[in-house]
């Protein structure tokens, strides 16, 4: 196979996979009403994930706080994976398993929405967070691939992108990253 049949072939599966999305439209309009409804009533959005996951979660979290498009009032997005000073301590006091969940206890209000990304949905410490956020009334959205793995049907709202390659289901989760801030940054934008 030729370096422009790979290529072909990586935007094929890619535009599958992405268009596969459509299936959840209704799941990802009421994940994106949720967070909307919970930033208006004063509360902030958690964000988690391991390894490119991980950049997806920090992305959310900056265009909560910056902006996406448009010039809008800052809202509060914290990525739980930001801050290298508490996840050291978490991680050699308490282990890798409770990173985010420590985080969540100390951080998190019920009300708040927790986004979690994982390509598998088995990753311990993403399995903590979710509980700890149940356990103080955390809505949550999971966007997952595969099967959806340990995680799979725990969230409050889930996407769970079909395939089994890393990088088209991380592709995936970018394109409902950017239509819900799209739906936040709508509902908070001041007209001129």
């Known amino acids: ?17 992405i268009s596969g999305l459509k299936a959840f439209s209704s799941v990802i309009a009421a994940a ?7 930033l208006k009533s004063g509360h902030k959005v958690l964000t988690a994930g391991n390894g490119g996951s991980a950049a997806e979660a920090l992305h959310m979290s900056e265009e909560l706080v910056g902006r996406f498009k448009s010039n809008r009032i800052p809202l509060p997005g914290i990525a739980l994976v930001a801050d290298a000073t508490a996840l050291t301590c978490i991680g050699n006091d308490f282990g890798f398993d409770f990173v985010f969940s420590r985080q969540i ?6 009300g708040d929405i927790l986004v979690l990304f994982s390509t598998s949905g088995n990753s311990e ?10 356990k103080k009334d955390i809505l949550t959205v999971c966007l997952l691939g595969r099967n959806g793995g340990k995680l799979a049907g725990k969230g409050t709202w889930q996407i ?8 088209r289901i991380q ?14 940054e709508k509902a908070f934008v001041t007209p001129s």
Do not use: C, F, W, Y
């Not at 994106?32 to 919970?38: D, E, H, K, R, Y």
């Not at 410490?125 to 149940?134: D, F, G, M, P, Y």
């Not at 592709?171 to 936040?184: D, G, S, T």
């Open 1 to 17: 196979m030729s370096v422009t049949e790979d290529i072909e072939r990586s935007v094929t599966q890619s535009a599958g996979t």
């Open 32 to 38: 994106g009403s949720g967070i909307v409804q919970a």
């Open 105 to 110: 206890e100390g951080l998190g209000k019920a």
């Open 125 to 134: 410490n993403l399995i903590k967070a979710l509980e700890s956020a149940h």
């Open 160 to 167: 769970i992108v079909p395939g089994e390659e890393t990088s």
């Open 171 to 184: 592709e995936a989760h970018q394109v409902v990253l950017h239509i819900l801030l799209e739906m936040i």
